[in-house]
């Protein structure tokens, strides 16, 4: 029953084609506002998120002692200091993957060959290397006793203090080709002591590694240990404080939930998977908002398509009498209008869906050959580096499609409901006297 009564619905749309063109253009505008709006959205989310560096970075969570005031302006009395009971207290948390304690060199100058630097230098326990995220471009991705893993821009700031005089002027030395040593000074005496110590590069790490970029990764016990040597004191291994601890978290998505429970615990969370949660807040934000704007021009269409089903029920009021006269009933007549309007929806949509697509293309062509094109110079009028768009500008995923052919579906529905109950409820006598 229900297919004779789609295959009427249909011919009743194919006697008036220019209405039917007309009504499903107003939601082919609509339809196609919302998948725009809300891919590009999605496009500049990906570009903003494929600028945060490598994947494992954005699980990656920087603890620090929290020295910020509390919110009324006073300063705590005691700051939590970053012990073994704090990495053990950061283990329990939901959602941690590993926790990985960091001790900074107390000072230090780059020696390679005639050229001097400055670098940070961590001490990282070897057996954590595994969960660091780490990736090596040159060597292996292992550390013993003396040995470093360089970062990728660990020499980029060295200079020849014999031939740049007052003028400082960055040279960039490549420390996994050239041998280079550490030079310490003891102040501990009326008479500095200098210390030389080599070191041997284990690997290069992979660029865009987030912290580890620019410095240099070492044992933790060897960085312990030349710390002893520049403060002329023994290291206290009950009372020992670390310098930063590292969480990396199971997943991005809890990544937040975990800087949330290391802040309840007194300490200072950062990093950048905790920045780009943030980051896709606001494009959540911001694809409501662009949804909305486009979701007016659905409800636009909704009126048209109302409009033209207000029409039609007057045009065939003689007919409806006529379909109930030989027993039709309300339930079939609503039947028929309500199909009637799903399919103006649903051919709007259908269309709407087809011109976002060739609107993607055409708009991703167009930014990508002005971000080639040498006379322009790259996006002009987008903060955006054009090889961080790899899907480019607008991206439609499949379930944006479908949820907008959805949508323009059912405003036809929900635009044709009170014309349909309109016919439905016409009185037969009354519907044959209409001319």
Same mark, same amino acid.
Request: glycine share 12%; net charge negative.
């Given at each position: ?5 789609? /295959?009427?619905?249909?011919?009743? $749309? ?18 196609? *506002? ?29 603890? #620090? ?28 948390? @939901? ?91 003891? #102040? ?60 990396? *978290? ?37 694809? $409501? ?19 033209? /089903?207000? /029409? ?46 060739? $609107? ?13 094109? @040498? ?7 987008? @903060? ?12 439609? @995923? ?8 959805? $949508? ?25 006297? /209409?001319?």
């Amino acid at each position: 029953m229900f297919y004779e009564l789609a /295959m009427l619905a249909i011919n009743n $749309l194919g006697r008036a084609r220019a209405r039917l063109l007309m009504t499903s253009g107003g939601v082919l505008v609509g339809t196609t *506002a919302v998948i725009i709006l809300i891919a590009l959205t999605i496009g500049l989310q990906e570009s903003a998120e494929s600028g945060f560096g490598s994947s494992a970075a954005l699980t990656e969570i920087q603890v #620090y002692p929290n020295y910020a005031p509390n919110p009324d302006g006073s300063f705590p009395e005691t700051v939590p200091e970053l012990t073994a009971e704090t990495v053990r207290q950061l283990w329990q948390i @939901p959602g941690v993957a590993a926790v990985i304690p960091m001790v900074n060199l107390q000072g230090g100058e780059m020696l390679a060959g005639e050229y001097t630097g400055y670098t940070q230098i961590l001490g990282v326990d070897p057996t954590l290397l595994p969960y660091m995220g780490l990736q090596v471009t040159k060597g292996q991705l292992t550390l013993e006793r003396g040995q470093a893993l360089i970062g990728a821009h660990a020499g980029d700031y060295f200079n020849n203090p014999k031939t740049s005089g007052d003028t400082y002027q960055p040279v960039q030395v490549d420390l996994f080709e050239t041998p280079f040593k550490v030079k310490l000074y003891q #102040y501990t005496s009326a008479t500095p002591t200098e210390r030389r110590v080599d070191i041997t590069p284990a690997g290069l790490l992979q660029e865009g590694t987030s912290m580890y970029d620019y410095a240099l990764i070492v044992p933790l016990e060897d960085v312990i240990r030349l710390n002893e040597w520049i403060t002329g004191q023994e290291i206290d291994t009950k009372n020992f404080r670390y310098d930063q601890i590292v969480v990396r *978290a199971t997943d991005r998505e809890v990544t937040l939930d975990v800087s949330t429970a290391i802040r309840e615990l007194g300490y200072s969370a950062g990093g950048m998977g905790d920045f780009l949660n943030q980051i896709n807040s606001f494009f959540g934000t911001m694809r $409501l908002m662009l949804g909305g704007v486009g979701g007016v021009a659905l409800l636009v269409a909704a009126f048209g398509v109302a409009n033209t /089903m207000t /029409m039609a029920i007057l045009e065939r009021t003689k007919e409806i009498g006529l379909m109930k006269a030989i027993g039709a009933s309300d339930r079939d007549i609503l039947t028929v209008f309500l199909i009637e309007a799903g399919l103006v929806g649903l051919a709007g949509g259908l269309a709407g869906v087809g011109l976002s697509m060739l $609107l993607r293309d055409a708009i991703n062509q167009a930014v990508m050959n002005s971000a080639i094109d @040498p006379a322009a110079g790259g996006i002009m009028f987008l @903060p955006i580096n054009p090889g961080q768009m790899g899907s480019g500008l607008i991206i439609i @995923p499949p379930e944006l499609s479908l949820f907008a052919l959805t $949508l323009a579906t059912l405003v036809g529905l929900g635009a044709g409901l009170y014309p349909s109950l309109r016919a439905a409820r016409l009185p037969p006598v009354i519907a044959l006297k /209409m001319e």
